[in-house]
């Protein structure tokens, strides 16, 4: 059973009219899903969308879609992501990338600006926890 909270009390972060997270996520049962952070890297290791947010956004989308269905979960099962990114007012310039994949499961959400990612092509990681 699972449950987004949200409280008037709080403030709603929108961009674009798109809402970003929830505020908590409450589950009872289910197992636990951690997946690793994923990079804008194709099956071959190639970096997708060099110097393109977007396109990196989706290729770590799809990326960990593909980790999710490996462990019999999907994209709505995600409870919790931290985003990495080297330019924080870039992402946010493509939220709805990011509601195309995290949108219907309102996941709690970190987002953190840092220097540089494991490989200086990288613009974003992300890691998640879902709950099957």
Known sequence: MRQNIDSEKLFE???AGHKLYSHAV???GGRLVFISGQ?????????VGKGDMAAQLRQVGENLKLALQAAGASLDDIVKITTYVTDIDE?????EVRAEYFGNAMPTSTTVEVRRLAHPD???EIEAIAVV
């Open 13 to 15: 972060r929108r961009i």
């Open 26 to 28: 409450s589950l009872e």
């Open 39 to 47: 990079l804008a890297r194709n099956k071959q290791g190639e970096t």
């Open 91 to 95: 992402f946010f310039k493509h939220v």
């Open 122 to 124: 990288m613009l974003v």
